[in-house]
């Protein structure tokens, strides 16, 4: 069987969903056919007066926010499971919070009304398939890609099963191992940071107080993330074998280790969720796009998860891909000529260069605090002391890390 589509998005996760979703939302997109196939679709979550949090949680942005609201994503999230934080505070591991060798963050400072939002994946995702520019404009196709082909005036996605799905542009999104990215040729850069991140949730002797805490440790940072019931969300960067271990132990001993490894600022620690752990890696790809063929989140550009940025480049990947498409449309460009290379090349020249300074400032942060040298721990220690003695700094700091600084998508730079 054979059908056919202005737009395919190879992958339903949360970055794919989203630009479907804004696509769909966007008056020039009125007229278009818009699909995602995806292999397994989300179920409902648990009712909101559920206390149960998933491990996967993500930081979202006030970008980001703001992408999901104009979907009508961000209105379907359950408030007590949307934890807002004022605060971020950074240390080095031989310095102390809000002493020497730290830096703070605060909404306060930046003009904001929080630094953003932690929030369950899988709540997020449900809310973008529930929205209603998801509900009632784009078609959801479950099934596996086994291949693409590529014409001059279209591209044909054959599943597993035999269906043919043409498009006259297909969006690969299906995460940082994409299948369609291989398919169409795109090679990739990167490495293996040879190191995992251990997740759990905990509760903590003292209130989290809104606050993000960061410290950085010799084997990497380790991340206390504030959720909404007063219970915390931990990312512990650090080696394979502690990441096993951290999975494997007994509670109590885990436990004591994150309460070290946080230098006790939160007092005594107890671990109040299930635990996992996954590897790292770096991955950005040569190419974002080929005649007919674009590539968005995570399947474009894989980042370390320390500074929380991976779902919001790929919510912002997604505004800026509609936001050049749109405007080709409004120019005149016919929708059957959307994948045309000289378009999309418009976006990735925007998008490639954007992400490349997100992934080596995130790159350089992880080697730079991860290394042991005496000398480079006296100079992080004093340019924390000197970035936090400075606003201009902060606020260019955190206007990346809001996803409102650099050349932002019009979309996040429009208070709505």
Known sequence: MKTGFHILVIGGGMVGACFAALAASNRHFADLRIAVLEAQPPTMPPPESGDEVDLRV???????????????????????????????????????????????????????????????????????????????RVTLLRGELAGLEFEDDHATAVLSDGRRIEAALIVGSDGSSSLSRKLAGIETTGWDYEQRAFVTHVRTQHPHERTAWQRFLPDGPIAYLPLADGRSSIVWTTTPEHAERLVADAPEQVAKELTLALDCTLGLVELAGPRGQFPLRLTHAKDYCRERFVLVGDAAHAIHPLAGQGVNLGFLDSAALVEVLAEELDAGLSPTALGERRVLRRYERWRKSENAVALGLVDGLNKLFGSRAITLGWARRTGLNIMDGSMLAKRFLMGRALGIGGDAPSLVRTHR
């Open 58 to 136: 993500s930081a979202i942005s006030r970008a980001s926010e703001r992408v999901l609201r104009e979907i009508g994503a961000w209105q379907l999230l359950p408030g007590r499971h949307v934890s807002a934080y004022d605060d971020m505070i950074v240390w080095d591991a031989e310095g102390k919070p809000r002493g020497s060798g730290s830096i703070h963050f605060s909404a306060s400072e930046s003009g904001e009304p929080n630094l953003g939002y932690i929030v369950e994946n899988r709540r997020v995702l449900w809310s973008i398939y529930d929205s209603p520019a998801f509900r009632n």
